[in-house]
């Protein structure tokens, strides 16, 4: 059985390269943020609450955040194991995690700001569909446009020069410590993520020590 955990900043490729390892080691691809998001489209208590705190511009708390991730991983259906993306975002919840479950590896998508800024800002959303593009990698086929419905693409509000500053910012703030945690016990592979989406692939794998597939 193998348990990951997936930690990068925003842009870094977390849920392209998880998608990629769960698919290739049958793992489960647990994405906290998928959860979150479940939630407030069902209209659930938790989706009210998350609505609320993001709307007031503020972190969801860390007792939420934790009792996700528990309820997740108590459904045990993760027979071969799982890889988990965007989560742990602060010391407390990657405390939380190492007192209780074990954990084969940590993998640090490392990527520049510079890099990261360039991704992040060549976003686009259709809001008709919710599909996703980047302009760097997979621009539709007509300028501006959707692809699957024909709505006009609009970049993320959140998008913007000052609020990826800030996230950087936070981030930085954040993770260094986490990663200082795990790195005390040994379980921090760090890849260079600003290579193409097979190459870093490949180095997890490497990293990891994982049969080839």
Same mark, same amino acid.
């Given at each position: 059985m193998r348990k990951y955990l997936i930690i990068g900043v925003q842009g870094s490729g977390k849920g392209t390269q998880s998608a990629l390892l769960a698919k290739g080691y049958e793992l489960v691809h647990i994405n906290v943020g998928?959860?979150?998001?479940?939630?407030?489209q069902q209209h659930t208590k938790l989706g009210a609450l998350v609505r +609320?705190?993001? #709307?007031a511009g503020e972190l969801i708390g860390d007792d939420h955040v934790e009792k996700v991730v528990r309820d997740r991983l108590d459904q045990h259906d993760w027979n071969y194991g799982?890889?988990?993306d965007g989560f742990p975002r602060n010391r407390r919840q990657a405390e939380f995690? %190492?007192?209780?479950?074990?954990?084969?590896?940590v993998i640090h998508l490392n990527l520049p700001d510079e890099e990261v800024r360039r991704r992040v800002l060549a976003r686009r959303l259709c809001p008709g569909c919710g599909m996703?593009?980047?302009?760097?990698?997979d621009r539709?086929?007509?300028?501006g446009v959707c692809d699957v419905c024909g709505h006009e693409l609009v970049r993320r509000a959140d998008d913007t020069e000052e609020a990826l500053a800030e996230r950087l910012r936070i981030y930085h703030e954040k993770t260094n410590p986490i990663l200082d945690l795990l790195r005390r016990k040994e379980y921090v592979f760090t890849v260079d993520a600003s +290579?193409?989406?097979? #190459?870093?692939?490949? #180095?997890?794998r490497e990293k990891?020590? %994982?049969? #080839?597939?």
């Amino acid at each position: 059985m193998r348990k990951y955990l997936i930690i990068g900043v925003q842009g870094s490729g977390k849920g392209t390269q998880s998608a990629l390892l769960a698919k290739g080691y049958e793992l489960v691809h647990i994405n906290v943020g998928d959860i979150f998001r479940w939630h407030v489209q069902q209209h659930t208590k938790l989706g009210a609450l998350v609505r +609320r705190t993001m #709307a007031a511009g503020e972190l969801i708390g860390d007792d939420h955040v934790e009792k996700v991730v528990r309820d997740r991983l108590d459904q045990h259906d993760w027979n071969y194991g799982f890889i988990i993306d965007g989560f742990p975002r602060n010391r407390r919840q990657a405390e939380f995690f %190492l007192e209780s479950y074990d954990i084969d590896g940590v993998i640090h998508l490392n990527l520049p700001d510079e890099e990261v800024r360039r991704r992040v800002l060549a976003r686009r959303l259709c809001p008709g569909c919710g599909m996703d593009y980047n302009l760097i990698y997979d621009r539709p086929a007509e300028e501006g446009v959707c692809d699957v419905c024909g709505h006009e693409l609009v970049r993320r509000a959140d998008d913007t020069e000052e609020a990826l500053a800030e996230r950087l910012r936070i981030y930085h703030e954040k993770t260094n410590p986490i990663l200082d945690l795990l790195r005390r016990k040994e379980y921090v592979f760090t890849v260079d993520a600003s +290579r193409s989406v097979d #190459a870093v692939q490949a #180095a997890i794998r490497e990293k990891l020590g %994982l049969p #080839a597939r």
